[in-house]
């Protein structure tokens, strides 16, 4: 036994499957515990998690250590999760605001994070060719950059923990508040959005993100941009990962997330300057 190892309890309890994630098979929760397969990310993950811990962030998991399975072992966040049908409250600017808050709060506590000698992301596939380059600016935070309703934990109403940080890289704030706005405002062709999210005013609620963020007016200025470097990347990403690594990846693929993404991308090429006035208004 070494000190990753963890401990179980004497009294043995139930695994409970926990829907809710698009691709990692077997999520259960034991207890007050979740146990995950260890993902390609993990050594990163796993220091990023002790920062937090280090650095007193309560909106994330603590990493516990391995169980005999050999899964990771995090701690059970209580609260409310969207889940599929997707709830009314998707919608409401309240949460939003909130969702805006607990990115910067994030993103905050991780500034100071040092990746730990040796550990360096692995997204767990390789660049696919053709791939278009990164947005041109300096990473500042290794960011979550997965922030879907399905990995924020609400309680009261307000968002209050993330979860699922397996595909957390370092990036700029702004790709981290892209990346909420692609789920919350959200970011696609309102033909693809989820029902509940089908009729709302997206450049406003990209405002009150970037306001909830307390967004700089440079990283304001660069959003659209952004949003459209990382929109046709994800096409070659999501590719690569549908070949490569399979499962729910290969699902989302023959399910249409590639056309989806291209409808994204029009989109946002119609939207862009509203999008950009919205956000860059006094
Ligand atoms: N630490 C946790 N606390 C509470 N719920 C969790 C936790 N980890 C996962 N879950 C629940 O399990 C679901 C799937 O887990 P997740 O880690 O997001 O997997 P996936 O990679 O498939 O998205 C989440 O949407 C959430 O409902
Ligand atoms: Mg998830």
């Not at 989820?194 to 306001?211: E, S």
């Not at 090429?269 to 860059?280: I, M, V, Y």
Request: hydrophobic share 40%.
């Amino acid at each position: 036994m070494n000190s990753f190892t963890y401990v179980e309890p004497a009294e043995p309890q139930p695994e409970i499957p926990l829907a809710g994630g698009d691709v990692t098979e077997g999520v259960v929760r034991v207890g007050d515990t979740v146990r995950r397969p260890v993902g390609p990310n993990a050594p990163l993950v796993h220091a990023l998690l002790g920062h937090l811990e280090d650095v007193g962030f309560a909106g994330a998991p603590r990493f516990l250590g391995f169980d005999a399975a050999g899964r990771e072992v995090l701690t059970y966040v209580p609260g409310e999760v969207a889940g599929r049908p997707r709830p009314e409250w998707l919608a409401d600017e309240g949460r939003l605001a909130s969702v805006g808050r607990l990115v910067r709060a994030y993103d905050d506590a991780v500034a100071g994070f040092v990746m730990p000698e040796g550990v360096r992301p692995d997204q767990g596939f390789s660049l696919p060719p053709g791939m278009p380059p990164e947005p041109p600016y300096p990473a500042e935070v290794v960011g979550h950059m997965d922030y879907t309703p399905d990995n924020i934990v609400f309680r009261d109403g307000v968002a209050a923990a993330l979860i699922d940080f397996d595909v957390a890289k370092s990036v700029t704030r702004v790709d981290e508040v892209y990346n909420a706005m692609l789920y919350w405002a959200p970011l696609s062709d309102p033909a693809d959005a989820d029902p509940t999210l089908r009729d709302v005013d997206v450049p406003r609620r990209c405002r009150i993100l970037a306001d909830a963020y307390d967004m700089s007016d440079v990283d304001r200025s660069r959003l659209v941009e952004v949003a459209v470097l990382r929109t046709r990347r994800s096409w070659f990403s999501m590719r690569r990962l549908a070949e490569e690594r399979g499962g729910g990846w290969a699902r989302m693929w023959q399910e249409g997330v590639g056309d989806l993404i291209k409808r994204r991308e029009a989109w946002l090429d119609r939207n862009g300057p509203s999008l950009h006035a919205a956000l860059t208004a006094p």
